[in-house]
């Protein structure tokens, strides 16, 4: 049965172009879930909006409202949504009456639930388009559906909906997009099997609100003003803040699965953080180049980190989860509902500038901004109450985008009089002068140039508007997904275990939600208020402190594996200072392996005074791979410190395993040249300092158990054979470790406790256990072991 109200309403209307005017073709709308809460929100609103703004434009329209309800009851839902559309301000009352009885008559309800309510559907488009006379420009499907009913739904458009050749197909996804790379991955792979890549629109809603979306134009247009600035020489710090006051009452059943990371920091502030970072295409209108863009951006994300990010949870949190999904009293979640994460990006234009990106509900107010805070490079020589009102270079500097909510209560563009005059779209924005004495982040909004919407429009409506038009930059690829749950799942995996930080809500979370930036990693200003320790743990540390104060008749240094690596590195510095007293130079040969990662790290961000300028660093082992290879030892400890350090090029000696294009060959001779630089170097070929691991097979640099070569002898670099891939390795032989004046040995983690027992008993046993063989001839030898590695 065909639609009620369509056929023939065309031409009644009116709204088929004249002879004289061009028909541009028809397109079907269709929106599935037309019953539900999205729909009606926003999305109804939203196709009627895209209807006001199109109709003239030569395009004819019908809408079809879809979902599982039988025709009837579904119906009367819909209409029941419908009724309530309201007008534009920036539409005549009569006119917009006329527009809405049009819309109401070109929209229909149908139930889709079967492959063949879709097939009737296509052969309804079709009559239609047949007894009209129009061709057909195209068919736009939104799934305003949870994502269980994607796959279903998408087989049935693709093998009984799709519009004939020459007519385009777009179908509208809503987020979730799955829960970690993998889930997300899965879900774009089946899509994948239905839709080409260029016919899917996936929807985040923030790239809709006007503030967001006019980044990248603001940004063009005061490409003059910018360009200067836009960098880390002049950025301070940026904000990506999205607060809420709701909680997440009846609604716990998405929550719990997802939490504040996924909910709001992967998609909506991650996208933000792109269209504020990434290189400006020449023209930002060019959806291909801006998309391009965004992922070389992703690319450029530092790895996050456990410190990276605090999370909280409010505390009425619990027993909404326990009521809701029916948990027992003892359950406890560790869904966080609040989230701060510290953001850096490896690139010329934005390194060492930190992103904060922050949600989360029951605060104390409901906004969201973006704000760019600059460096105050000025000094102003006269007292403050003299200073320029129009702008001393004194003042604050700050670019904001103020998405919405708030003390503003509307959606702006804020920028410091100190900074420069923007150049807006004056069609679409218009400046805001009458709220001077108002304040806005430590500012008069005086000290502004304010801009707001000259119209203020959803973001759901601007989102269709721009589904209409094909621009796909507003929306997220496939590609940008993955690039996003690659940058977010590790993160989420970390904290997976850890208890968030409890809340109490509204104003009465004072400072407990402040966090500071130090060092690269964020904490809670006010540090933790309640303590859950063990109090065994509390205990027995000073215990075994005393007790096992030496190792294998050496000096041991024992600790919980944070404290241990602070105190190896800080005595690493304490050796450097006097080696270089001494001689003018030190020498430290570091090894690979996770365990001195920690150790790089914390000599990278904590010890500003260590002499890099005099010190020189060797690698103990290397694997056969080049040295840019993420297996590469080297590789590594580049990553891990020597960027971040100022150590002279040319005291960083990496092992020659890449020779001749070719890697670890023999007749390359790459121990030879090692050997030969060490005795060029370091006198008597004797380190200042070598640093190793331990294995759990008792092996240590890259000589491992029965190894024919390095354990004794007189060759000083060897190639050997690990049992674990890479296979082929490069290392110190056990001689040369011996000459070192130091030689220490790092152990942490519950896997190191059953070698660090054995090795605690072993005598001089080498080709059983290597490391039983490092026994300085004139140096020392000092054992770094944590609690874990020494009691289990
Ligand atoms: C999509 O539809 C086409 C044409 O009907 C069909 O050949 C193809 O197998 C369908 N794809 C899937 C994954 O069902
Ligand atoms: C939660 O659901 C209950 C029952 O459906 C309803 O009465 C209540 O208003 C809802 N609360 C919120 C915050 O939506
Ligand atoms: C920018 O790209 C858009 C979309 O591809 C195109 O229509 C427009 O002509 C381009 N503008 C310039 C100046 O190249
Ligand atoms: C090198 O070895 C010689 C002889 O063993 C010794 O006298 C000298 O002090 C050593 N030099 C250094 C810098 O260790």
């Given at each position: 049965m065909l639609p009620r109200a369509t056929v023939g309403v065309l031409f009644f209307l009116g709204i088929?172009?004249?002879?004289a005017q061009e028909s541009r073709g028809h397109i079907s709308v269709v929106l599935l879930g037309a019953t539900g809460d999205l729909a009606k929100k926003y999305l109804w609103q939203g196709l009627f909006q895209l209807y006001l703004d199109e109709?003239?434009?030569g395009h004819t329209f019908t809408f079809h409202g879809g979902a599982q309800a039988e025709l009837e009851r579904g119906r009367k839902l819909m209409y029941d949504h419908l009724k309530d559309l309201a007008c534009p301000l920036d539409v005549l009352p009569n006119r917009c009456a006329v527009m809405k009885d049009q819309f109401l008559r070109l929209t229909d309800y149908r139930q889709l639930k079967t492959e063949e309510d879709y097939a009737t559907l296509n052969q309804e488009i079709q009559t239609l388009l047949v007894q009209e006379g129009l061709e057909e420009a195209g068919r736009i499907f939104y799934f305003?559906?949870?994502?269980?009913a994607y796959a279903e739904i998408a087989r049935h458009i693709n093998s009984s909906c799709r519009p004939p050749s020459g007519a385009w197909l777009r179908v509208v996804l809503e987020k979730?997009?799955?829960?970690?790379l993998h889930s997300a991955q899965q879900l774009a792979d089946e899509l994948k099997t239905f839709f080409q890549e260029e016919e899917m629109y996936r929807v985040d809603?923030?790239?809709?609100?006007q503030a967001v979306a006019h980044i990248l134009p603001f940004r063009d247009q005061n490409r003059k003003h910018l360009?200067?600035?836009?960098?880390r020489h002049h950025v301070e710090r940026v904000e990506i803040v999205l607060k809420e006051t709701v909680d997440v009452k009846n609604r716990t059943s998405f929550y719990e699965e997802y939490g504040a990371i996924r909910d709001v920091l992967q998609n909506h502030l991650t996208e933000v953080l792109m269209f504020l970072t990434m290189e400006l295409p020449?023209?930002?209108?060019?959806s291909e180049d801006v998309l391009r863009s965004k992922l070389q951006t992703f690319a450029s994300l530092q790895d996050l980190e456990k410190n990276s990010a605090v999370l909280g949870q409010y505390e009425a949190y619990n027993s909404h989860v326990r009521e809701e999904l029916q948990k027992g009293q003892d359950y406890f979640s560790r869904t966080p509902t609040f989230a701060g994460v510290l953001v850096h990006l490896d690139?010329?234009?934005?390194?060492g500038v930190p992103f904060i990106l922050t949600s989360g509900k029951v605060l104390d107010e409901r906004v969201g901004y973006v704000r760019v805070v600059f460096k105050n490079q000025a000094y102003c020589t006269q007292h403050e109450a003299t200073?320029?009102?129009?702008?001393?270079?004194?003042k604050p500097k700050q670019l904001i985008?103020?998405?919405?909510?708030?003390?503003?209560?509307s959606p702006a563009v804020l920028v410091s009089r100190n900074l420069f005059k923007p150049t807006m779209p004056g069609s679409s924005w218009k400046e805001l002068?009458?709220?001077?004495q108002e304040r806005l982040f430590g500012q008069r909004l005086s000290d502004y140039h304010v801009y707001v919407p000259v119209a203020e429009r959803d973001a759901y409506a601007i989102l269709i508007s721009r589904i209409y038009h094909g621009k796909k930059e507003s929306f997220i690829t496939t590609e940008n997904l993955l690039a996003s749950w690659q940058f977010w799942t590790p993160l989420l995996t970390t904290w997976a275990n850890e208890v968030p930080r409890v809340y109490p809500g509204g104003q009465e979370n004072g400072h407990l939600l402040d966090f500071e930036i130090a060092g690269g990693e964020v904490s809670f200003?006010?540090?933790?208020?309640l303590e859950v320790m063990d109090a065994r743990d509390r205990q027995t540390p000073d215990k075994y402190k005393t007790i096992q104060s030496r190792f294998r008749q050496s000096h041991l240094i024992t600790a919980w594996s944070e404290e241990l690596v602070t105190r190896l590195a800080s005595d690493i510095e304490t050796v450097a200072m006097s080696a270089i007293r001494r001689s003018g130079e030190f020498h430290m040969a570091l090894s690979g392996g996770s365990s001195p990662l920690a150790l790089f790290k914390q000599l990278a961000l904590h010890?500003?005074?260590?002499?890099w300028r005099h010190t020189h660093l060797w690698l103990v082992d290397e694997r056969?791979?080049?040295?840019?290879?993420?297996?590469?030892n080297f590789g590594n400890l580049y990553e891990h410190l020597i960027r971040h350090?100022?150590?002279?090029?040319?005291n960083v000696h990496p092992m020659p395993v890449h020779l001749n294009r070719r890697l670890?060959?023999?007749?390359?001779?790459g121990p030879e040249l090692y050997a030969n630089e060490i005795g060029a170097l370091v006198a008597n070929a004797s380190f200042d300092l070598v640093l190793l691991g331990v294995g759990?097979?008792?092996?240590?640099a890259s000589l491992?158990?029965?190894?024919?070569?390095?354990?004794?002898?007189?060759?000083e670099v060897v190639f050997t054979e690990s049992p674990?891939?890479?296979h082929q390795r490069m290392t110190f032989a056990l001689p040369l470790i011996n000459k070192a004046k130091r030689v220490w040995v790092l152990a942490m983690g519950k896997g190191k406790h059953d070698i660090v027992t054995v090795v605690s008993r072993a005598g001089n046993e080498p080709k059983k256990?290597?490391?039983?063989?490092?026994?300085p001839t004139s140096g020392q030898i000092a054992w770094y072991v944590d609690y874990e590695a020494l009691l289990g």
């Open positions: 088929v172009p004249s002879m109709v003239s434009n305003s559906v949870p994502p269980f979730p997009f799955g829960h970690d809603h923030y790239l809709g609100k360009d200067p600035i836009w960098n020449a023209n930002v209108s060019n690139s010329l234009r934005w390194e200073w320029d009102p129009e702008g001393s270079q004194c985008f103020y998405i919405g909510h708030g003390e503003l209560n002068l009458d709220r001077p200003v006010v540090k933790e208020t010890h500003y005074g260590f002499p056969c791979v080049p040295l840019s290879d993420p297996e590469s350090v100022r150590v002279p090029y040319f670890c060959v023999e007749e390359d001779k759990t097979d008792g092996h240590t491992f158990p029965h190894s024919p070569v390095g354990l004794e002898g007189n060759q674990i891939k890479p256990w290597p490391i039983s063989g490092v026994n």
